[in-house]
């Protein structure tokens, strides 16, 4: 059974950093692409980034680029989102998902196929 649990939330000042991770089974990492999204009250989802398994490719939001770094381990079966300078704007559940195939192109085109649950974060003073 594929599962993806996402953790590492929480209340962060905002220019304060905070990683978030998505711990995977039931599926080899090394052959799914991972991607970040998020979705704040009244607001679309929003993909805020991808990482590759193919050829490590890594895409980021224009909001988060310069700011956020996507990676990965595959022995620890685990995608982490470091996200640093966070802003209130950042407020939102963050959610990793896995497409039908190795790039990220694959969840673009053909959709993503497997959610995790979900992990709050808060930017505040």
């Known amino acids: 059974q594929v599962q993806l649990v996402e953790s590492g939330g929480g209340l962060v000042q905002p220019g304060g950093s905070l990683r978030v991770s998505c711990a995977v089974s039931g599926f080899n990492l090394e052959y799914y692409a991972i991607g970040w999204f998020r979705q704040a009250p009244g607001k679309e989802r929003e993909e805020v980034s991808c990482?590759?398994?193919?050829?490590?490719?890594?895409n980021y939001a224009d909001s988060v680029k310069g700011r956020f770094t996507i990676s990965r381990t595959n022995d620890k079966k685990t995608v982490y989102l470091q996200m640093n300078s966070l802003k209130p704007e950042d407020t939102a559940t963050y959610y990793c998902a896995a497409p039908d195939g190795s790039s990220c192109e694959d969840g673009t085109l053909g959709g993503w196929d497997y959610w995790g649950q979900g992990t709050q974060v808060t930017v505040s003073s």
């Open positions: 990482i590759s398994s193919s050829n490590g490719r890594t």
